[in-house]
């Protein structure tokens, strides 16, 4: 059983930064597939970014040049740096894990409890 916590949520203006962190309970981040998903209200969950151990980072296009996802091997912890942050990027994150990148956009075999991420205009 692994156990994903989100932190570093909260309210920030429009063109602020916030830093996600996901912290696993067992050694993931190196070994796995781990991703941040996001949900806004009366919205479908949405993938936001990915860090795949051989294969490097992916990203959805709206947040390509904006958001930077990282990993700490030694913390096993997942981080997303989320910069000239707005308005549209108010949403739930979640951080997610799985075997292998397909998996992760598929269907993830754990999911964090979320952090709430608002920005204002």
């Known amino acids: 059983q692994v156990q994903l916590v989100e932190s570093g949520g909260g309210l920030v203006q429009a063109g602020g930064s916030l830093r996600l962190s996901c912290a696993a309970s067992?050694?993931?981040?190196?070994?796995?597939?781990m991703g941040w998903f996001r949900q806004a209200p009366e919205k479908e969950r949405e993938f936001v970014a990915a860090?795949?151990?051989?294969?490097?980072?992916y990203y959805t296009d709206s947040v390509k040049g904006r958001f930077t996802i990282s990993r700490d091997n030694a913390k096993n912890t997942v981080y997303l740096q989320m910069n000239n942050l707005k308005p549209e990027d108010t949403a739930l994150y979640y951080c997610?894990?799985?075997?292998?990148?397909?998996?992760?956009?598929?269907?993830?075999?754990?999911w964090g409890q979320g952090t709430q991420v608002t920005v204002s205009s």
């Open positions: 067992v050694r993931t981040v190196s070994t796995y597939a």
């Open positions: 997610a894990t799985a075997g292998d990148y397909h998996r992760l956009r598929t269907s993830p075999d754990y």
């Open positions: 860090i795949i151990r051989y294969s490097g980072t």
